[in-house]
């Protein structure tokens, strides 16, 4: 009883809006608001409906609280067959993650949807919870699918499977100050979870309650199609849905920069067609996700950007599952965002059902490749591209307050060719490994591997065997970063490979490359990429040293060395010569003497993940 009721009021004090919150503070100014109209405004249940959503009987103004969210949704799967609900985690203040199934059959197993034959998408609404217009647009188009019995044939050849909030505790951090760039709803959650941590960086650590039963949703569930649904931050343009994916490039003739080249020209040549109609018939303005070249206004042209597994259209493209980022324009009404949202969400679902050979095709080319070299990061083109942008008319104006040109939004539209920047080059990149060994005393890293849906084998006798080793001889914190997501953040430098042969005892770990998530392991093991497990800090204490020389013994023992060792005298003399600050240095000198020693800690810095060649 006493825990509960510290749980409770811990609840309500992350509720509490921030200090600077008061009651009464000035709104902040936005750009001017272009009218709109669109048919999709038909969609909007009548007031007297007894289906109506919280959000549309406030006028799509505003969006409930969890509790009313959850009563209604409640409501709705106990008249609608076709619904069914479950509890896929809980979260760090102890709510209920739920995950909604709509399956026309009624459905629940994994296993019985799977062999159902129907595509299976998968949307998430509010891993940024602020930015919840998913829940209003998936709420709405629930009841269409089932009791309304508008949309129903979309249930024939699809199952959706829907989470309206999947950070509850930041859904429940309400206030009308949550999201200064943003319009509307009129309170809304925070962008963080209830320990400070940004679910949409996670993707590869799976250190919160979300993404843990989301990627848990992924392994039982094996959705065809991913959608998370967000709401962008930056410049003002007339888009009001914008979305994309890794390799959504501006070249058909090139190969698409992603992981998965097949699935990115399904979702370019299939999908987008089809939804930039459905939203275009509505009313709506589709574009590309848009990421502002200088950071402020698009004078400077857009980014195509390639995202890194830890975000979660990295982590789709790793691991071949196509993934959509949804980012509705946060300067346009939340009325129309999420009547934009609804329009994607269907068009998405029908889509996938009827072009559910091709994109099955797609993604069983890219879980069956085996790339001979896997890019661990994508990087900026040198040639610059254009785009035509529907964008908005701006002027950069001196300001008394920061000293610096701002940009000021006029409101009017234009249309014009900018520069568009692909991130499409691959940089960093390493040969594919037949497989990875992990002794067992890293066994955490092997559990973490299997929460991704990597397939892992446990020895349960020794084994010989010639392996690459890595020697992080440079590897540091990442200079002059705070950190990052709850973690240390870890550079490699360039780390220096040998060839050893070694014993691994039983209970050690076999992760073959030879699978359809080996390009994900990849990802996640070697040390120079940025998401591995050694960038997010897993193996810290590889750099610690832990065993150390005293000068009155060393001293003697390096003279005695040199006497007895002419080539030794030899290098030592000649890194005197060529390295100055070595020679200006009484400890490095004796310390380079120590390293030469059976005394020297022959694991500091060895990466405990070990390669195995291919043949």
Known sequence: ??????QTALIALFALPSLQAAEGFPAAPLPPLQEWSGTSEEL????????????????????????????????????APELNWLEIGISAQGRPIRMIIADREGLTDPGDIIA?????????????????????????????????????DLLDNATLLFIPILNVDGHERISKYNRMNQRGPEEMGWRTN???????RDFTRIDTAGVRALSQVVNLWRPDLYLDLHVTDGADYQYDIT??????????????????????????????????????????VPGPLIFAANGRDMTGGMVAWTAPPRFSNGWGDARHLPTILVENHSLKPYRRRVLGTYVLLAETLAAAGTE????????????????????????RGDEPGTIEFK???????????????????????TTGEIPR???????????????????????????????????????????????????????????????FEGRARYVSGEPERTTVDVTMPPGSWRISTDQPLGTLAVLLLEPQSPDSYFAWGEFASILQRTEYYEEYAMEPLARRMLAEDPGLRARFEQKLLEDPDFAGDPDARLRWFYEQTPYYDATYRVYPVMRVPRS
């Open 356 to 379: 559910i050979a091709g994109l099955r095709h797609a993604i069983d080319a890219d879980r069956q490749r085996r790339a001979d070299e896997i890019p661990l990061e994508w990087r």
């Open 391 to 413: 964008g908005i008319e701006s002027r950069l104006e001196l300001s008394e307050i920061t000293g610096n040109l701002v940009p000021r939004w006029t409101g009017v539209p």
């Open 243 to 284: 979305y994309g994916w890794n390799g959504a490039g501006r070249d058909r003739e090139r190969a698409p920069a992603a992981w998965s080249p097949a699935i990115a020209r399904w979702l370019n040549e299939t999908l987008r067609p089809a939804v930039d109609r459905a939203l275009e018939r509505a009313g709506h």
């Open 1 to 6: 009883m006493v825990l509960r009721i510290i």
């Open 44 to 79: 909007i249940a009548d007031a007297g409906d007894d289906w109506i959503t919280p959000a549309e009987k406030a006028g799509l103004a505003e969006t409930a609280n969890y509790a009313d969210t959850m009563a209604w949704l409640e409501r709705l799967v106990d008249a």
């Open 116 to 152: 159902s034959g129907r595509a299976r998408v998968l949307a998430h609404a509010g891993i940024h919870a602020g930015e919840i217009d998913g829940k209003d647009a998936g709420m709405m188009l629930l009841r269409d699918l089932t009791v309304a019995d508008k949309r129903r």
């Open 194 to 200: 209830a320990r400070n941590l940004n679910l949409n």
């Open 421 to 483: 920047i692909d991130f499409d080059q691959p940089g960093a990149t390493v040969e594919r490994p037949a497989e990875y060994l992990i002794p067992p005393e890293w066994s955490g890293i092997a559990e973490r591997l299997q929460e991704q849906g990597i397939a892992v084998e446990r020895l349960a006798q020794p084994v010989t065997v010639t392996v690459e080793r890595y020697s992080l001889q440079d590897a540091a914190l990442d200079a002059g970063t705070t950190p």
